[in-house]
């Protein structure tokens, strides 16, 4: 009994892997792509089917809307979007009154499918790539510093000058998470 359960929760806790890339995400047994997940996003690896894995993805999201787990509560950081209408199903571990936005947030997680490519062990590098990326965004002007932008504009100015710098779609997203999670009203720990 007792080493049944240790395997169960062996099993459970999964592979934790950070998405490399933007990531097509899929329900069980179907091809198609029900949302996307962000690079740099954590995710657990709960199990593997050929070419592809169940991920666990976790999140924060407004209670009355669930089509996306957010990096933290009250900030577009996307972890993970879902298409409308995609019914994903959220399992809320907890609720709670956001005590910025007064409204009612959730913690939850999906299960979703995805190719088994673009996951990695750490996201120490993904970050050194954003900031090096980032680094061009000084050509043809002085750097505009993570802490010059909130969270929540960070992704339109780097859409903005997305085209100036060359970025294709991956690069957009992973230098967006990273001024996003730098930017100037993140909590300190984050
Ligand atoms: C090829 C030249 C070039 C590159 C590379 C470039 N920019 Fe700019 N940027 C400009 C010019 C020109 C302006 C002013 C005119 C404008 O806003 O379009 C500007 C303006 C801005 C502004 C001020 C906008 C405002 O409304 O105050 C910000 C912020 C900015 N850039 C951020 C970035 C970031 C972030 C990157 C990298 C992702 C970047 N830029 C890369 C040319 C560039």
């Known amino acids: 009994m007792i080493l049944v359960s240790m395997a169960f929760a062996y099993s459970y806790a999964g592979d934790v892997k950070y998405?490399?890339?933007v990531k097509s995400l899929y329900k069980d047994g179907s091809d198609k792509v029900v949302g996307r997940l962000l690079p740099t996003a954590q995710v657990e690896v709960l199990e593997q089917k050929g070419d592809?894995?169940?991920?666990?993805i976790e999140g924060y999201a407004q209670a009355d809307k669930?089509?996306?787990?957010?990096?933290?509560p009250n900030r577009r950081i996307l972890n993970?979007?879902?298409s409308k209408n995609a019914d994903v199903e959220f399992k809320i571990t907890k609720s709670f009154k956001e005590?910025?936005?007064k409204q009612e947030w959730v913690k939850a997680s999906v299960e979703l499918w995805s190719e088994n490519a673009d996951l990695v062990e750490s996201v120490e590098p993904l970050y050194k790539e954003a900031q090096e990326l980032f680094g061009n965004c000084s050509v043809c002007h002085a750097l505009h510093p993570p802490k010059e932008f909130n969270a929540n504009q960070w992704p339109?100015?780097?859409k903005s000058m997305k085209s100036r710098v060359?970025?294709?779609?991956?690069?957009?997203?992973?230098?967006s998470q990273y001024l996003q999670k730098n930017a100037k009203d993140m909590p300190k720990d984050k």
Not at 66 to 72: G, I, R
Not at 166 to 175: H, I, M, P, T
Request: hydrophobic share 45%; glycine share 6%; net charge neutral.
């Open 19 to 21: 998405a490399s890339k």
């Open 52 to 56: 592809k894995v169940l991920l666990r």
């Open 66 to 72: 669930q089509v996306a787990l957010y990096f933290v």
């Open 80 to 82: 993970a979007g879902f």
């Open 99 to 101: 005590s910025e936005s």
């Open 156 to 158: 339109s100015v780097v």
């Open 166 to 175: 060359g970025y294709d779609s991956n690069q957009e997203y992973l230098v």
